[in-house]
């Protein structure tokens, strides 16, 4: 079946919403910051925005995941959305912020949207060398993994993309990696392409202990998110992740509707 974790608001109406901005933000701001630094202090609400009702509601988020994870070592997460746009990238480097930081718990960032990778920029790390060098054996997995901080998170970018085709077959090498990976983190957040466009999500969801599916309350339609849980069958739990929306304002057909029907 398929479960709600959690309503959050999107993390670009902070403003709009009157979230607070944190005095650290304002200064940065203030400085002049590049536009890398301002993707991420836009996007990782929970770091720079920590007192907002975005920021809390992912700290309920991850707590809810941990709850559900208690029982495991090592949990490895995929985050996909029925298309994109959604906010499965702010999502996966928010609840990657609060397992770490606030939870204490090692944590693994790993950008698998090759078509279109986002989460070097939310961080404020290069985007290469990364996956597409592990994947193609350039690099040495630990000199593409990039720590967060002092908590312990860590990022494993896309890489370069632009000369490399990543196949299936690549992308299932992935899989061969999981079992180190797990000795090591005990949370994998997979931040995957989208279902419908792509196959490559076919491959990730097997990796996968539970599925997250991102979704834009209010704005993706049913049979979208319907028909990519159909295409995908996730064999794992799935659990839905509701954005631009309060929790308290959620659609009725998001509360009990079992979309893996």
Not at 170 to 179: H, P, T, V, Y
Not at 230 to 258: F, H, R, V
Request: net charge positive; hydrophobic share 40%; proline share 5%.
């Amino acid at each position: 079946s398929t479960r709600l974790i959690e309503g959050k608001q999107e993390t670009k109406a902070i403003a709009s919403r009157g979230g607070k901005v944190s005095s650290e933000h304002r200064a940065r701001k203030k400085r002049g910051a590049s536009g890398t630094h301002l993707a991420g202090e836009q996007n990782l609400v929970t770091k720079w925005n920590p007192t907002s009702v975005v920021a809390e509601q992912f700290r309920v988020a991850a707590t809810r995941l941990s709850l559900m994870c208690a029982t495991r070592t090592s949990t490895v997460v995929v985050v996909t959305s029925a298309v994109k746009g959604e906010g499965k990238s702010s999502t996966v480097v928010n609840l990657g912020y609060v397992l770490a930081h606030d939870l204490g718990k090692p944590t693994l960032l790993i950008d698998s949207d090759l078509k279109q990778p986002v989460l070097h920029s939310y961080a404020g790390v290069t985007r290469q060398p990364g996956l597409a060098e592990v994947l193609y054996g350039e690099q040495a997995f630990e000199a593409c993994l990039r720590r967060l901080d002092e908590s312990p998170l860590w990022l494993l970018p896309a890489g370069c993309i632009e000369s490399k085709h990543v196949d299936l077959a690549r992308m299932s090498q992935l899989m061969g990696r999981l079992a180190e990976l797990r000795t090591r983190f005990e949370y994998i957040l997979v931040d995957a392409p989208p279902i419908l466009p792509l196959a490559d999500m076919n491959v990730l969801a097997g990796m996968a202990d539970i599925l997250a599916l991102v979704v834009r309350a209010g704005a993706t339609r049913r049979d979208l998110v319907r028909k990519a849980l159909k295409m995908l069958k996730p064999s794992c739990p799935t659990e839905i992740i509701l954005t631009g929306q309060w929790a308290n304002q959620m659609p009725y057909y998001l509360k009990d509707y079992n979309y893996a029907q």
